[in-house]
């Protein structure tokens, strides 16, 4: 058999309330981390991050929708077709305007075997359920 796993969107296991999809681990990807943002229109709550402590990069790509990146003390437009790659030291948050996004995101630490974030794993619980 083909080493070859195909699924659609609504087959990812949601986490976050629903805002993320555990891309990564429904495919069986185990080399960098894959998952898919839906966030809703006019949200400014994602939270602020950098991955300095793990020294993760993350790549941006919004499949759907328009999102705002900053990062780097500067606010980048955010479309499809556009790509956004975030260093590990930057800080960066999204945000959407009127209208909802859906983003692709991809992240792993240069030089580094990936390790997985055990909250996306299916199965594991949802950080939102526990707050």
Not at 41 to 65: F, I, K, R
Not at 74 to 103: C, D, I, N, Y
Not at 120 to 128: M, S
């Amino acid at each position: 058999m083909a080493d070859v796993t195909v699924r659609r969107t609504e087959d990812f296991e949601p986490t976050y309330g629903g805002a993320m999809l555990k891309v990564r681990a429904a495919l069986g990807v185990s080399s960098f981390g894959i998952q898919l943002l839906r966030l809703p229109a006019n949200l400014d709550a994602y939270p602020e991050h950098d991955h300095s402590g793990d020294g993760q990069e993350e790549v941006y790509v919004v499949l759907e929708g328009e999102a705002e990146l900053v990062a780097g003390g500067e606010q980048h437009a955010l479309e499809p077709g556009v790509f956004a790659r975030v260093g590990p030291s930057e800080s960066r948050k999204l945000v959407t305007g009127e209208s909802p996004a859906t983003v692709l995101v991809l992240g792993g630490t240069p030089g580094e075997a990936f390790s997985v974030a055990p909250y996306t794993e299916e199965g594991a619980a949802d950080p939102f359920a526990a707050a």
